[in-house]
């Protein structure tokens, strides 16, 4: 699949170029406050084409990231490619469990199908540099959840995951994961079969200090 930037979104701000600090929407308030990801069995075709790939990835790349250090990169699976990322995924199975049933086998090889597009986002800190590399790392994470925004922005749904191939030092080799790169999430994005049921939200009252004015 060839990433094709698309006219879909506007086209980048020139360098400097200033904007209003604000933007009220009442309906992006009221997106917010609904929003939630769709369970990754609810997910189907279609899913974005290229032109839209490559506007929701240069969208998710506009995030906070302290010292302008871009501590991250994108994977895309999409079409033939998540089949083949799955043979990668049951061989590994395969050598970490050596009995693995044949379900299993077939469950690792259809992974990558279970949404039509899969970004992988690539936590990848810069060393030498004084932003710590917690901070480089949280950049990271703010990318996947953009990327999930702009997603159900442009329609679809999506969800973040990891699951075990994130952490496992045999996946990162054969994505190509350079040392001190990580995986901060696999972003599935698709079309919702169905609509995602709510789950529990925290009781804010347990999470929030309000610091003492005297
Ligand atoms: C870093 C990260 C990794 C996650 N990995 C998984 C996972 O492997 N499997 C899973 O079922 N949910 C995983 N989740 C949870 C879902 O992405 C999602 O947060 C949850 O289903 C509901 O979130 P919502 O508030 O967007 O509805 C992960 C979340 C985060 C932030």
């Known amino acids: ?35 939630r990801s769709t369970p990754i069995a609810l997910l189907a075709e279609p899913g ?10 240069r969208l998710a790349a506009r995030v ?37 049933p044949p379900e299993i086998l077939a469950a690792e090889r259809a992974r990558f199908l279970r949404a039509p597009l899969v970004v992988g986002v690539v936590s990848r800190s810069v060393s030498g540099t004084k932003i710590p590399e917690w901070e480089q790392q949280l950049s990271a994470g703010a990318v996947c959840f953009n990327l999930l925004l702009a997603a159900q922005a442009m329609g679809y749904a999506g969800v973040w995951l990891t699951e075990w191939y ?3 030092d045999g996946i990162a080799q054969a994505l190509g994961l350079a040392a001190g790169e990580r995986i901060a999430g696999f972003i599935h994005i698709g079309t919702a079969r169905d609509a995602p049921p709510e789950r529990e939200r925290p009781d804010m009252g347990k999470l929030v200090h309000v610091w003492p004015e005297t």
């Open 64 to 100: 906070p990231d302290h010292g302008k250090l871009f501590p991250w990169r994108f994977l895309v699976f999409a079409g033939a490619a998540r089949a083949r990322f799955g043979e990668v995924l049951a061989a590994r199975w395969l050598a970490l469990v050596p009995d693995a």
């Open 1 to 35: 699949m060839e990433i094709a930037m698309s006219m879909l979104v506007p086209p980048p701000p020139v360098l400097g170029q200033k904007m209003s600090p604000t933007w009220p929407d009442p309906r992006f308030l009221a997106f917010l406050g609904q929003r």
């Open 166 to 168: 994130a952490y496992d």
């Open 48 to 57: 974005p084409d290229s032109g839209e790939t490559g506007a929701l990835l």
